[in-house]
T-cell receptor
Framework: KAGVTQTPRYLIKTRGQQVTLSCSPI?????VSWYQQTPGQGLQFLFE???????NKGNFPGRFSGRQFSNSRSEMNVSTLELGDSALYLC????????????FGPGTRLTVL | AQSVTQPDIHITVSEGASLELRCNYS??????LFWYVQSPGQGLQLLLK??????LVQGIKGFEAEFKRSQSSFNLRKPSVHWSDAAEYFC???????????FGTGTSLTVIP
C-alpha cells in the first residue's frame, strides 16, 4: 500500500506570493491533517479535513487555508507569504477522525525569501 | 490546556547503552499518547502508541514506553541503542475526537560508537 505523498517536496517563494501544497493520503484514508514544523515552534497543528469537511483548526491566521477533494486528496494554501512561513509542512492521513494512528508524509520544505 | 513537554533537547548515548527519553503531558481527559521518530529529511514514523489497557506498550525497533498517569508521563525506553537510532524523537498527545495532535518540541538523539 502506497504511503502518504506530498508534492512538491521543495519550494522557494518570495514574500507576498502565495503557494499551494498537495497531499495524497493512503488509499482508503479519509482524514488528512496538516502540520507546520519549524525549529523554533516545533510541530504545530494547522487543520484537519475529513470527508471534505474541516473538522479541526489550529491557531493560525486566515492566510492559511485548506480543502479536501472527494478522493480525499488535500491541498493547503498560504497566501501573502511571510518570511516566518518558511517551514516543513507535513501532511498526515488517518482512517477516520478520532485520535488514531496518523501516517505522515515526507513533507514539503517551503522557503520564503 | 493541552501540552507536551520533552525536557531533554539533546541526548548523547553510546552504542549498546540503554536509553530513556522523557515525556510529560498536560491533558484534561484521558490522553492518547504517541511516540514518533523523524530522521533527517524524512516525515514522522510511529514508534508506538497508548490508548488504554496495559500501561507498558511495545513498539517497533525494540522501543517500549510506560504510561504513568500519576506522573503524567509517557517515557520512551530502549535497552540497547543502535547507531541507526540516531534521529529526532517526538512525543504527542491526542484527543478521542479529531486528529489534532499536540507535539513536544522533540529530543535529538546522537549515538556515539
Amino acid at each position: 500500500k502506497a504511503g502518504v505523498t506530498q508534492t512538491p517536496r521543495y519550494l522557494i517563494k518570495t514574500r507576498g506570493q502565495q503557494v499551494t501544497l498537495s497531499c495524497s493520503p493512503i488509499s482508503g484514508h479519509r482524514s488528512v491533517s496538516w502540520y507546520q514544523q519549524t525549529p523554533g515552534q516545533g510541530l504545530q497543528f494547522l487543520f484537519e479535513y475529513f470527508s471534505e469537511t474541516q473538522r479541526n483548526k489550529g491557531n493560525f491566521p486566515g492566510r492559511f487555508s485548506g480543502r479536501q477533494f472527494s478522493n480525499s486528496r488535500s491541498e493547503m494554501n498560504v497566501s501573502t507569504l511571510e518570511l516566518g512561513d518558511s517551514a516543513l509542512y507535513l501532511c498526515a492521513s488517518s482512517g477516520w477522525t478520532g485520535s488514531n494512528e496518523q501516517f505522515f508524509g515526507p513533507g514539503t520544505r517551503l522557503t520564503v525569501l | 490546556a493541552q501540552s507536551v513537554t520533552q525536557p531533554d533537547i539533546h541526548i548523547t548515548v553510546s552504542e549498546g547503552a540503554s536509553l530513556e527519553l522523557r515525556c510529560n503531558y498536560s491533558y484534561g481527559a484521558t490522553p492518547y499518547l504517541f511516540w514518533y521518530v523523524q530522521s533527517p529529511g524524512q516525515g514522522l514514523q510511529l514508534l508506538l502508541k497508548y490508548f488504554s489497557g496495559d500501561t507498558l506498550v511495545q513498539g517497533i525497533k525494540g522501543f517500549e514506553a510506560e504510561f504513568k498517569r500519576s506522573q503524567s508521563s509517557f517515557n520512551l525506553r530502549k535497552p540497547s541503542v543502535h547507531w541507526s537510532d540516531a534521529a529526532e524523537y517526538f512525543c504527542a498527545v491526542g484527543a478521542i475526537t479529531g486528529n489534532q495532535f499536540y507535539f513536544g518540541t522533540g529530543t535529538s538523539l546522537t549515538v556515539i560508537p
